[in-house]
């Protein structure tokens, strides 16, 4: 009698991010005394870049939002001033990917507003935007900016209709979008982009995901399952895949993982527990991690996601004992990489009134720059002009180097573009501004353009920090980071000297003997 054995080996997969870690910012690295929105929407209400936090806020008469400085955390005065030019509650507002300074915000009031922040952040109250998007019958609850291309914004509103809107046009009340998309039956969700902007997702309250033409807003794909409540979606990346989070038949939390070519049937089904908050789903193509917040959690649980089965492999999660409201992501290029920082959320914690980072870190022993874990990423620089893409061109996100060292600087005729559309923006956006401040603006502009011409205005931006803007340190803490980072800062400089001179030597020597085969010959 012959007895089988069975041998059981454990399926270890190897990954750079098994151990990656939440860290969340001591007390006095947080925004505190904010005086938070009470809405029940569903959104993330802070939205953040390299410069500046955005919070949406709770007022009385109308709509506002709060912009803060990155770089100066701690307590926020009462009467700081706001952002208020909606009569109805803000719903959503994002920052313009290719501008620090330029933020949308949509309201209860059926209208978008685009605004302009002063460069030294919102000293006294904004009540004049510099574009106002009128076309919406109700209350506009989402907007998403064109990954791509320059000054395209996207905005829905529970007329449940998707309307496109070209800021490069010269009115400041657009009264006429570029496009309108009508094919959905109820309130649209959530909106999501490919890498290069040219297919659009939603999830809709009618239990639909429909993935579409960005441009032209034709259906290519629609599919629903009978077991799962579609909330948010996204297109992870390149990956030629869509995930939908939500709740299951029996109201327990789901995700689910959808094949981007065929919605019939879903790849994967997994539910998590019972909670009944909204699941936010975040994902970082850079890493292919993904991450999911709960509303009303402290937790953020966190995946990594593949091409090949079981697709979505659970790493980790990072607790907290305060629940959050929604989430604001810092831009890949405002990260902390001498940390090794990967992400970086800011929690909206209504309990508190409190703004708190939460920054995701690889650990590595090493101190040098990590290449393997900051691969080129998106920058802000814009692809596409707005009558480029809408003239049928679809093209990737230029994309920059997080290296320390590696400098952003836009072309001189960039610069000089921008300038003068800011100074048009600025005779359009403040009607009946004194006539002496609006001369001293035209000084300003063209000073500046003046500066670029010289090659004396570019703006130095290393990992998302403009250098005339950094903060002196407050605490030990910081002294002793920002001290470290000058001695990496002198150790890559010393090595590369030493490149460089043994570079000379070599070269000393290969005109020595061509001297010397010359002299014999």
């Excluded at 030019?85 to 507003?113: M, Q």
């Excluded at 600025?426 to 609006?438: F, K, T």
Aim: aromatic share 8%; proline share 6%; net charge neutral.
């Amino acid at each position: 009698m012959t007895v089988s054995k069975m041998t059981w080996r454990p399926q270890y997969r190897s990954s750079k991010f098994r151990h990656v870690f939440g860290k969340a910012a001591t007390k006095e690295n947080c925004f505190d005394g904010v005086p938070i929105t009470r809405s029940v929407q569903d959104n993330h209400f802070c939205a953040v870049n390299p410069r500046f936090v955005a919070i949406i806020t709770e007022c009385a008469g109308g709509g506002a939002f709060l912009v803060l400085s990155v770089n100066h955390p701690g307590k926020v005065d009462p009467h700081h001033p706001r952002v208020s030019g909606h009569r109805g509650n803000v719903l959503d507002i994002k920052w313009n990917p290719f501008n620090d300074y330029c933020i949308a915000s949509c309201s209860e009031d059926t209208t978008v507003k685009v605004w302009e922040i002063p460069t030294h952040g919102v000293l006294k109250t904004l009540t004049v935007p510099w574009k106002e998007l009128q076309g919406h019958s109700r209350r506009v609850g989402i907007i998403e900016w064109h990954p791509t291309a320059n000054n395209i914004l996207f905005s829905t509103a529970y007329d449940y209709q998707v309307m496109i809107w070209n800021l490069d046009s010269p009115e400041q009340v657009i009264k006429n979008p570029v496009r309108t998309i009508k094919h959905h039956t109820d309130v649209v969700l959530s909106m999501s982009f490919n890498t290069d902007g040219s297919l659009l997702a939603t999830t809709c309250r009618d239990r639909k995901i429909r993935l579409m033409e960005a441009r032209s807003g034709n259906m290519l794909q629609e599919g629903s399952c009978k077991t799962h409540k579609a909330s948010k979606a996204l297109i992870l990346g390149n990956m030629k895949m869509i995930f939908t989070s939500g709740t299951s038949r029996y109201n327990s939390r789901q995700f689910v993982l959808w094949d981007q070519d065929d919605l019939s049937t879903p790849l994967l089904e997994e539910n998590l527990d019972g909670s009944s908050g909204l699941l936010f789903p975040f994902y970082d193509p850079d890493t292919h991690m993904l991450y999911l917040a709960g509303k009303g959690d402290g937790s953020i649980r966190y995946y990594e996601i593949s091409s090949e089965k079981p697709y979505i492999q659970y790493l980790m999660e990072f607790r907290s004992h305060t629940p959050q409201k929604g989430m604001g992501v810092m831009p890949k290029r405002g990260l902390d990489v001498s940390s090794c920082e990967v992400f970086r959320f800011y929690k909206v914690v209504t309990v508190k009134s409190l703004i708190e980072p939460v920054s995701m870190i690889v650990p590595r022993r090493s101190e040098s720059y990590q290449e393997d874990i900051y691969p080129m990423t998106p920058s802000n620089r814009p692809a596409l002009t707005a009558d480029e893409w809408l003239s049928g061109v679809d093209k990737g996100p230029i994309l920059m180097s997080l290296k320390p060292g590696s400098e952003l600087t836009e072309p001189p005729s960039e610069t000089k573009a921008l300038a003068n559309s800011m100074d048009t923006h600025r005779s359009w956006s403040r009607p009946g501004m004194p006539q002496h401040s609006y001369i001293q603006d035209q000084q300003e502009v063209k000073e500046a353009s003046d500066l670029v011409e010289d090659g004396r205005g570019q703006t130095h931006v290393i990992n998302g920090e403009d250098l005339a803007l950094c903060s002196p340190p407050r605490t030990e803490n910081e002294l002793r980071l920002k001290f470290l980072k000058q001695q990496e800062e002198i150790r890559r400089l010393r090595e590369l000297l030493n490149q460089r001179d043994v570079r000379v030597k070599q070269l000393e020597l290969e005109i020595k003997n061509i001297k010397n085969s010359q002299t014999q010959s």
